[in-house]
């Protein structure tokens, strides 16, 4: 129950002293006298109307006045907080009065204290009366809540004593009602011929050129997600899913929009009297829903193209079914028109029950004949076959129920199921293939076996990956629009009213408490839109500041780089603390979250904060950019990004490594080009010790100063490094603007001083191991070798024969 939060209902007045002036109203109180009085007479009208209501849509409608009553009360309440706070304020400030013995205070002060010590005892009376007025209002709506459940239970519990005898009587109460009726409609029609026969006539034009506008037009922009395309023989299960819906949704709503639109135009000239438009609303809706059940069959059966059909059913069976299921929708829309001129008609209750038995029993008979099919077709014989024996057995039990309800004479209960089976199980199924649909869509490469996606492909050059994403997106909205299609009508059938599904939706999109959370589903999407919104700025800026800004101002590239991911992390935080503030979550709320991360950190997380603050350090001191040429760990290559985790670097092989930016920040790295591009480079060169170590170093100098890639200051240098037994070493040492082009220059020079030692004649050294065995007596020792061999061969037969 709603409560005002008042400080206290009353508050005791100090009685003003002898000859003082009594303290005038206050003002706020004044203002809000002539609403709280208003309200009270509203909810007094309230309570007669309530125990005057008969009906569920009448109960409604006075349950969505006394919500909107208590609503206005509760912000009157609410207006009063501020000046109480204020009141509250100024007393502490006043303090107490002085006790006895003590000083006396000013009398200024003592009458301020009265003045708003009576100011806020008077306050306090109107809370506790708005109060007492919001409890009854409550009561209220609580009552009527029970009286619509009780009045919804008396209606299927009801049981009425069917008397078959009184059939004679029926036929004639019967023969009295049409006879009504025909007077009826043909003194309406007489008096719309005589005085709104143009009127009459401008009302269906209208309603006949929306109807067309919307099946151009629709034909025109989305007829190639309904129309069956004849040249395809195989399609999709995907493409005849879509087919199926959209055509069953296009189809019925040109049909409801000019029944709509005839009634609306009918209604605002003035051509219909309120007993003949309960009527014709009657007919307008059945004619709707029939229709609409009419071209769900036909889509999903679809008997004239069986290669569209959704289910195997066979031609002729399936066009049998669409008979059936048509005339059960038709039977049970029957049964509302027949009702509606009961009411008008005002009908004995004995036509009342006859008619309503007759309807429930037909359509319960229509069930059994579907039940009694062979519709299916087997897939590798083409035979037919009957429905699965759970579909049989769910056929004939809602066949047999409003029949065995109707004839036991349960009236309302057979009806209530009657129109329930149809009407609801036509938006079901509905439902269903709009679900079917939106989860084919998101299956992989799915949209671009369709007609539109090649045609969104075409348009707007999309690749695969992009159209696969699509499709995922494009199942989303078709499973929230089929929600917020079908829920609603589900509700309406089963007996809601429009004005409280109204309500209910206003209050979960402006929110709803849960616990001492207050959720708002309104705030949750301007919060999503407003990070949307603020994240794509900050891409844009991004591309702007790096293209126009940084570009121009000739910045390196690894300055521009780290400069466009700080703004970037600087505006997807600004983007997240505007989302959230805007969605209605309280930063403060918080605080418990951000304690179990921390907690999380100490323990599991050391390392993943450890790389993130690595990276900002990275970020701000830059020891090296983007581009730059480093080595680390015993790894060298470019680097290729920097983000607050992990740094890419690119090694001469084209491998991409990704290393934790802590190993930065912990380790020694060599950046090649941390402030600029120019390096050394050295290359080695032995020559023989044949020849003139100056002359040597000559060549290799005019080697070095002739390349064109090297720079002329610092002046190339070659160092004579060292004697060895094989050669003597030198070695280039030039300097290049760009390190980047070392290979090419280092085997350029290479190159050239093979050209050049040929061309000179100088000899490099080449690796030797030369043994020189020095015999004096080689005959002595080829005796002796062969004598060795004899005497091991000797010993060798003597072992054999032994």
């Not at 609503?71 to 706070?85: C, D, M, W």
């Not at 999709?236 to 055509?247: I, K, Q």
């Not at 709509?260 to 209604?267: I, V």
């Not at 940084?550 to 600004?574: E, H, P």
Request: proline fraction near 4%; aromatic fraction near 8%.
């Amino acid at each position: 129950m709603l409560i005002l939060a008042a400080p206290v209902r009353m508050a005791a007045a100090q009685t003003p002293a002898p000859g003082q002036v009594q303290a005038p109203v206050s003002g706020i109180v004044a203002e809000q006298r002539p609403a709280i009085d208003a309200l009270k007479k509203q909810i007094a009208d309230y309570e007669q109307k309530k125990d005057q209501a008969d009906t569920d849509a009448a109960l409604a409608d006075l349950r969505l006045n006394l919500e909107g009553t208590a609503k206005k009360l509760l912000e009157i309440g609410v207006s009063f907080r501020p000046r109480i706070t204020e009141i509250n304020s100024r007393l502490e400030q006043l303090g107490p009065p002085p006790a006895q013995g003590q000083p006396p205070e000013a009398q200024v002060v003592t009458d301020e204290r009265m003045r708003l010590t009576t100011e806020k005892a008077e306050i306090n009376a109107v809370l506790g009366e708005t109060e007492d007025q919001l409890i009854e209002v409550n009561k209220m709506i609580d009552s009527i809540v029970d009286a619509r459940r009780e009045l919804f239970a008396d209606t299927l519990s009801q049981r009425v004593d069917i008397n078959y005898s009184l059939g004679t009587e029926i036929i004639t109460a019967y023969g009295q009602e049409l006879q009504s009726m025909n007077q009826l409609i043909s003194s309406w029609w007489r008096f719309v011929v005589s005085f709104k026969w143009q009127s009459m006539l401008a009302a269906t034009f209208f309603a006949v050129i929306a109807a067309l506008v919307l099946l151009i037009g629709g034909q025109r922009t989305l007829g190639h997600l309904y129309l069956r395309d004849a040249k395809i023989e195989s399609p999709s299960y995907l493409s005849r899913l879509a087919v199926a819906f959209w055509s069953t949704l296009m189809r019925s709503l040109t049909v409801v929009v000019f029944l709509a639109t005839t009634y609306l135009f009918l209604g605002y000239f003035n051509v219909l009297r309120p007993d003949i438009a309960s009527l014709f609303y009657m007919l307008f809706c059945v004619i709707g829903i029939v229709y609409f059940v009419h071209a769900l069959a036909q889509a999903v059966i679809c008997p004239g193209a069986p290669n569209w059909r959704l289910v195997r059913v066979a031609p002729r069976p399936g066009r049998i079914l669409m008979v059936l299921i048509t005339a059960t929708a038709t039977m049970t829309g029957l049964d509302y028109i027949a009702d509606t001129i009961n009411q008008i008609a005002a009908s004995p209750l004995s036509l009342t029950v006859a008619k309503s038995l007759v309807a429930t029993v037909l359509v319960g008979l229509l069930i059994i004949a579907m039940a009694f099919l062979k519709p299916l077709e087997d897939e590798e014989t083409g035979k037919t076959k009957p429905w699965p024996r759970a579909m049989r057995i769910f056929l004939f039990t809602i066949g047999f129920v409003p029949i065995i309800a109707a004839l036991f004479g349960y009236i309302g209960f057979a009806r209530f199921v009657s129109q329930q089976i149809v009407i609801n199980g036509a938006v079901v199924v509905t439902m269903y293939l709009g679900f079917l649909t939106a989860r084919a869509v998101s299956d992989e490469n799915a949209l671009a076996g369709t007609k539109l996606g090649r045609a969104v492909q075409t348009r707007f050059g999309m690749d695969e990956t992009t159209l696969d994403q699509l499709g995922l997106v494009a199942s989303i909205v078709i499973n929230v629009f089929v929600v917020l299609f079908g829920i609603p009508i589900i509700l309406l059938l089963w007996g809601f009213q429009w004005s409280e599904m109204s309500a209910w939706f206003l209050t979960i999109a402006t929110g709803f408490q849960i616990g001492s959370v207050n959720i708002s589903l309104v705030a949750i999407a301007i919060g999503i839109l407003l990070f949307a919104l603020f994240y794509f700025f900050t891409r844009w800026f991004q591309g702007w500041l790096d293209n126009r800004v940084m570009a121009r101002g000739k910045l390196d590239s690894g300055v521009r780089n780290s400069i466009r991911t700080a703004v970037g992390y600087l505006g997807l935080g600004i983007a997240g603390v505007i989302g959230v503030s805007a969605a209605g979550i309280n930063l403060s709320s918080l605080a418990l979250v951000a304690g179990g991360l921390s907690l999380g950190i100490g323990f599991g997380m050391q390392a993943i904060v450890s790389n993130f603050v690595s990276g900002l350090i990275l970020l701000a001191e830059r020891p090296f950019k983007v581009g730059d040429w480093i080595e680390t760990g015993g790894v060298g290559g470019i680097v290729k990004k920097i983000s607050v985790r992990a740094t890419e670097v690119e090694t001469f092989q084209r491998q991409s490594l990704i290393i934790p930016n802590s190993s930065f920040i912990n380790g020694s790295v060599g950046n090649w080009t941390h402030r600029n591009k120019l390096g050394r480079v050295d290359i080695p060169i032995g020559v023989s010790h044949k020849v003139d170590p100056r002359r040597v170093h000559a060549i290799l100098m005019d080697i070095a100063r002739g390349h064109p890639l090297v720079l002329k200051n610092p002046e190339p240098f070659v160092a004579f490094k060292s004697i060895v037994n094989a050669a003597m070493e030198f070695e280039i040492r030039v300097h290049l603007a760009d390190l980047s082009n070392s290979g090419t220059v280092q085997n350029e020079i290479r190159f050239t001083l093979i050209d050049r030692f040929a061309e000179e004649g100088i000899e490099m050294p080449h690796p030797q191991q030369d043994v020189n065995l020095q015999i004096d007596d080689a005959e002595a020792v080829i005796e002796l070798l062969t004598n060795r061999v004899k005497s091991e061969l000797a010993a060798e037969t003597k072992k054999l024969r032994s």
